[in-house]
Nanobody, 122 residues
Framework: QVQLVESGGGLVQPGGSLRLSCAAPGSTSRINGMGWYRQAPGKQRELVANITSGGSTNYADSVKGRFTISRDNAKNLVYLQMNSLKPEDTAVYYC????????????????WGRGTQVTVSS
């Protein structure tokens, strides 16, 4: 099954930092947008940040100035650097790829990872 793979989650104290990584399948030839979403218990999944293939970025107001999204197009990787973490950042973080194509000709309008848990607590 084709999916994205996230890594880098964990437990961190308030004010700390984490870096999430997301890898697309090795057969990927092209991805348009990539993004990070999160879902806290009892809440809907929400956009954290996204980035176009050209490098334009967009952030949720709640993370502006603290989180930075970046991508490596050659390796089909996307990162989320999270600084000054707060307890309210606690959630499962999901990676998303928009309009992914593989070398074999497969097309995925929207592809998700299984998520990685981020817990901010003292």
């Amino acid at each position: 099954q084709v999916q994205l793979v996230e890594s880098g989650g964990g437990l961190v104290q308030p004010g700390g930092s984490l870096r999430l990584s997301c890898a697309a399948p090795g057969s990927t030839s092209r991805i348009n947008g990539m993004g990070w979403y999160r879902q806290a218990p009892g809440k809907q999944r929400e956009l954290v940040a996204n980035i176009t293939s050209g490098g334009s970025t967009n952030y949720a107001d709640s993370v502006k100035g603290r989180f930075t999204i970046s991508r490596d197009n050659a390796k089909n990787l996307v990162y989320l650097q999270m600084n000054s973490l707060k307890p309210e950042d606690t959630a499962v973080y999901y990676c998303n790829a928009d309009r992914l194509r593989t070398y074999s000709g497969s097309y995925y309008a929207s592809l998700w990872g299984r998520g990685t848990q981020v817990t901010v607590s003292s």
